[in-house]
């Protein structure tokens, strides 16, 4: 009996029936700029956003679930989405086929999942929806950073960038206000179906964009054996690594820290977030076209966010701090960004697009268990966040021949000495590991046998009688 899934033969169909839409998508657009839609769609996606995941903790929490059933949905959708980045980097061909078909399923599905979350409201059926939206969203923002690393040059990379990320603020700014709004109009029973249906309803607008795209050029994009300056990939990942941990990590607790320590009301934690927001908007547009090496500013700016978080005691104060936060981190982020823009040719576009998914989700989850192991020690999480823009800075500073402090020529030594050191210790311990293994599997067959052998000459005994 044949199973109920979907099948290889339903999955044909259903590329088939995307690759057809896309079809008349490309013929209607005729030659409407790929910029223009790239930006629409994530306007479309920034209302989306704040009508959906921003509010998806004060769902749950509406339904009665405590931190620790949260944290832990949290937890495991993001093992499950940084496993199939580490998938797709190992077999990124998948990337390279039904292009456009593959990119609208996984776009439509990111929105589509957020309805049945307000149907099925036990967490289990949430976690699993919740766990389908973050590995569609995986696969599309793969998809994303291949379409615009393969659509244009550095120049065209960074102005994009730029453009979609103030975009996106100023359209979640729009978003955030709608929630507000209708989360203090709607009726209880009815605002979570409401807002999260409407939010899915825009966000497909955002996929309606997709049609009028030409992805033609995606298709069997070339994919380097091996990647040519790995040194410098290895370089380049870790410092961006670490400063994606630090953010992560400065979001988890920041508004708690606010609330429960410094005792402010709700509505100034709000206002960091309407700051940070605007901010970001204005340093999009101050970053886009600065040389690599003006990016050094914005890291050591970002050092020091942290430092006035916990130092300076007066609620209001940390509207600004925010604001100043969201300039710097703004372009600090642009840095990791434009990096890998400029070793596409090195790296290939196809592992540089799923090397940023991968990095986004691998400091979401390296961020998690601070908050778990650490709780309320805020000094302790405070310095975890500098140490870990320190460690950025150093990697940055030292390792990457375009912001270096160094000779480039001594950036690209420490890169490899990096590279070759951390190579050494992995290949080590995965060494270790495996002698390890075997030698316990060899101690307990050894056992096993000793026991065997005990058994069968007690056996022999009571047949002899004795």
């Keep these: 009996m044949r199973g109920h899934g979907i099948g290889a033969s339903g999955w044909r169909i259903i590329l088939n029936i995307a690759g057809s839409l896309s079809k008349i998508g490309v013929s209607a657009a005729g030659r409407l700029s790929l910029k223009l839609l790239l930006v629409l769609e994530i306007s479309f996606a920034g209302i989306y956003l704040a009508l959906t995941r921003n509010l998806l903790v004060i769902y749950l929490a509406s339904q009665g679930f405590d931190i620790s059933e949260i944290s832990l949905m949290l937890a495991a959708s993001t093992i499950l989405s940084s496993a199939l980045s580490v998938i797709l980097y190992k077999y990124p061909r998948f990337l390279t086929s039904h292009v456009k078909a593959k990119f609208m399923i996984f776009h439509a599905s990111e929105r589509i999942f957020w309805i049945p979350m307000i149907v099925f409201k036990e967490m289990a059926a949430i976690s699993f929806f919740y766990a389908v939206v973050n590995l569609s969203s995986t696969v599309l923002g793969s998809f994303m950073n291949l379409l615009i690393y393969s659509s244009f040059d550095e120049a065209g990379v960074r102005d994009v960038t730029s453009k979609r990320t103030a975009a996106y603020n100023a359209t979640n700014i729009i978003g955030s206000i709608a929630a507000i709004v209708l989360l ?82 709700d509505y100034v934690a709000a206002g960091m977030n309407f700051a940070a927001t605007i901010s970001s908007i204005l340093g999009s547009l101050a970053w886009a076209k600065r040389s690599l090496k003006t990016f050094r500013i914005a890291l050591g700016l970002s050092a020091l966010t942290p430092l006035a978080a916990f ?115 992995y290949s080590i311990a995965v060494e270790t590991t495996k002698e390890t293994v075997i030698t316990s599997l060899r101690l307990l067959a050894f056992s096993l046998a000793l026991i065997l052998v005990y058994v069968i000459y007690r056996f022999l005994f009571f047949l002899a009688g004795l």
Excluded: C
Aim: aromatic share 14%; hydrophobic share 55%; charged share 10%.
């Design 184 to 265: 203090a109009a709607l009726p209880a029973g009815d605002k979570f179906a409401v807002i999260f249906t409407l939010g899915s309803l825009i966000g497909l607008l955002s996929t309606l964009m997709l049609l009028f795209m030409d992805m033609r050029h995606l298709e069997g994009a070339e994919i380097p054996k091996a990647v040519e300056s790995p040194e410098q990939m290895f370089s380049i990942s870790s410092f961006f690594l670490a400063f994606l941990i630090s953010s992560n990590l400065l979001g988890i607790f920041w508004a708690p820290y606010l609330m429960n320590v410094l005792h402010a009301p």
């Design 311 to 425: 130092l300076i005691p007066i609620p209001l104060a940390h509207i600004g701090i925010s604001a100043f936060n969201g300039f710097a981190g703004t372009g600090a982020g642009f840095l990791g960004n434009f990096l890998f823009a400029r070793y596409l040719r090195k790296f290939g576009a196809v592992r540089s697009s799923i090397m940023m998914s991968l990095l986004s989700n691998l400091s979401q989850l390296l961020a998690i268990p601070f908050g778990i192991f650490f709780g309320h020690m805020y000094l302790v999480l405070f310095l975890s966040v500098v140490v870990l823009i320190l460690a950025s800075m150093f990697l940055a500073f030292l390792t990457i021949p375009e912001v270096a402090v160094v000779p480039e020529h001594s950036a690209r030594t420490y890169s490899y000495i990096l590279y070759t050191s951390s190579l050494m210790g």
